[in-house]
């Protein structure tokens, strides 16, 4: 993708309301329970930050998995919401937030890798699988089917959406595309560096028409600005080496799709600039499952109406 077609698309963003669904569900959850950020060590590399909030009397634990170029900050108003009846987990992935960022050599950021660090996680906090809901959007889904192949006894349920299951370049926006192999993926890279503030600003309004965009809370904006850069990588640099073993992984869960027996929820937003509906049309036909298609809705459901991830989790529970 050339240069100039990369400035185009950054440029196609119009105006925004001031107040978003977001912002507006943000202030309205603030003090329905405290929010409890600290670290965890998941091996002698790996430390992650994390967010937990505790309910009264839990009625089971809901995990929330973020995507680009989020931190668990996007999970904050929506688990304050859920805590009332659940304990709610998040956490930043490696290159992302505040957790750690090794060097290529000792962590390759890939899918597979990913999913390990979701399973230490889940060892780690000592949570009962057969009570456990996960939602995962975005980089985040592919590795929790990945470790779903593996152990079916993982969670309750898994709802994924707005991600690439399977090697389908023409369902990606074309930067996706460019990001999975050379020569582009290197000079993509650097422009997403280059351009980390225009990101940051815009990229949960593509493919939405004025009255459909939304802002961003303030505190999520600021947690996703400082946390760009850290130890020497940027999130970009962690997104780029996802993406360098993203077809070999997306190969191994289509080739083992029939294995998949946790059971899984697809949502997707009907105007996902960047991985298309019909991507999520094809993986729920392959495991026999439903598809929520919401209308109106781009890549990030959870931010744009987070009122409807809160119910997807209470239904996942009855």
């Known amino acids: 993708m050339s240069e100039n077609n990369i400035a185009h698309a950054a440029a ?17 959850s603030g003090g329905a329970a405290h929010a409890a950020v600290d670290s965890i060590e998941i091996d002698e590399i790996l430390t992650l930050r994390r967010m ?32 009332r009846d659940y304990d709610v987990h998040a956490f930043d992935w490696p290159g992302y937030g505040q957790s750690s960022r090794p060097v290529l050599e000792r962590f390759s ?7 390990q660090v979701l399973k230490a996680y889940i060892e780690r906090g000592a949570i009962d699988r057969s009570s456990l809901v996960i939602y995962a959007t975005d980089i985040a889904a592919l590795p929790v089917l990945l470790l779903a192949l593996d152990e079916p006894t993982m969670a309750r349920q898994i709802i994924v959406g707005d991600f690439a299951p399977f090697d389908r370049p023409q ?44 802002d961003l809370p303030i505190d999520l904006q600021q947690d996703m600005a400082r946390s ?22 997306q190969n191994v869960l289509e080739a ?17 600039l960047y991985i298309k509906k019909e991507m999520g049309i094809e993986f729920a036909a392959k495991i026999g499952a439903k598809i929520d298609i919401r209308p109106g809705i781009g890549h990030f459901p959870h931010l744009q109406n987070p009122k409807q991830t809160v119910e997807d989790i209470h239904r996942s529970f009855r």
């Open 52 to 83: 937990i909030v505790r309910a009264p009397a839990t009625k089971g634990t809901v995990l929330f998995l973020h995507g680009f170029p989020e931190t668990l900050s996007v999970w904050k108003g929506i688990a304050t919401r859920l805590a």
């Open 228 to 249: 760009w850069s850290l130890d020497g990588i940027t999130s970009a640099d962690a997104f780029a080496h996802y993406y360098a073993n993203f077809t070999r992984d």
């Open 12 to 28: 196609s963003v119009a105006a925004t309301p001031s107040f978003g669904a977001a912002e507006a569900f943000a202030s309205a």
């Open 171 to 214: 369902y990606m926006w074309e930067n996706l595309q460019n990001l999975k192999a050379e020569p582009t993926a290197s000079p993509t890279r650097a422009y997403m560096n280059k351009t980390s503030e225009e990101i940051l600003a815009n990229v949960h309004r593509r493919g939405l028409s004025p009255a459909e965009q939304f």
């Open 109 to 115: 950021y890939a899918p597979r890798a990913y999913a």
């Open 256 to 272: 083992n799709v029939e294995w998949l027996k946790t059971p899984v929820k697809v949502v997707w937003g009907e105007k996902d």
